[in-house]
């Protein structure tokens, strides 16, 4: 039940409180971003403090990691239980994490390519389809996928199976993680073409130093959106409010 006395606030107001437009109020609110506004009897939008605070939070995710994954965690937030948007958080900072884990997978991958360029490659490092496809955190299908897109050039068991050398390892390590900085595959076919061709790495060495350092950015800015969330769920959590005065 709302509270009575609880200040309620125009399209408008809260527009202003938020930092967003009267459209962009209406388009969030229509996206499942901000809770269905109260209609008064005028008809017109009510909308309280928990909608101003759902936005803050909203336009602080939307600031570090971009509005799509932004507007798809925000519904959960606002809507689903407790633990599927504790969940859906942590989520965050674990992608994240795997995707600069697998930058820098990529980038090592190049220097030992360079490195090992001369040296004899043992069958027994070579990896199948499945097990790339884990360590890269993809599905095979988007190993064959790029397989046919001329990206990754597997060695052939048979007709039927692929085993992955070390030059197929790399390539498989940049294609992923330039697909995962929204590189599309025209754009990474040629960058892996100047390094099979000349040998040139210099290029996707800084394309992916470039990525770690956005990864970076976005991890610091989703620290910044954690009082946001905060406001957003704690009134939610079990015992809150609880004046409960804990033993000395």
Do not use: C, K
């Not at 107001?13 to 969030?28: C, I, K, N």
């Not at 336009?59 to 507007?71: E, H, N, S, T």
């Not at 090592?108 to 496809?133: K, N, Q």
């Not at 976005?218 to 804990?246: E, I, N, Q, Y």
Request: charged share 25%; hydrophobic share 40%; glycine share 10%.
């Amino acid at each position: 039940m709302q509270n009575p006395q609880e200040a309620t606030f125009t399209t408008v107001q809260l527009g202003r409180l938020a930092g967003y437009s009267t459209q962009q109020v209406r388009d969030l609110e229509s996206l499942g971003v901000i809770p269905v506004a109260e209609r008064g009897v005028n008809g017109y939008r009510r909308y309280r403090m928990q909608h101003a605070t759902a936005l803050r939070a909203y336009r602080a995710m939307a600031a570090a990691l971009g509005p799509v994954p932004a507007r798809r965690l925000m519904p959960v937030l606002i809507g689903g239980s407790i633990e599927a948007a504790a969940e859906g958080i942590d989520d965050l900072h674990a992608e994240l994490a795997h995707e600069r884990s697998r930058v820098r997978e990529a980038l090592r991958g190049l220097d030992v390519a360079v490195a090992e360029a001369d040296d004899v490659f043992a069958d027994d490092d070579a990896m199948t389809i499945g097990e790339l496809a884990q360590a890269l955190g993809v599905r095979s299908s988007a190993l064959r996928h790029w397989e046919r897109e001329g990206l990754v050039h597997p060695l052939r068991g048979t007709a039927s199976t692929r085993s992955y050398g070390s030059a197929a390892i790399t390539e498989a390590r940049v294609a992923a993680a330039l697909r995962s900085g929204g590189y599309g595959i025209p754009a990474i076919a040629r960058i892996l073409d100047e390094v099979r061709t000349h040998g040139r790495t210099s290029e996707v060495q800084r394309i992916l130093t470039e990525r770690l350092a956005d990864l970076t950015r976005r991890s610091v800015a989703l620290l910044g959106t954690a009082g946001h969330l905060h406001d957003l769920l704690a009134g939610r959590l079990p015992g809150a409010g609880s004046s409960v005065t804990p033993e000395r």
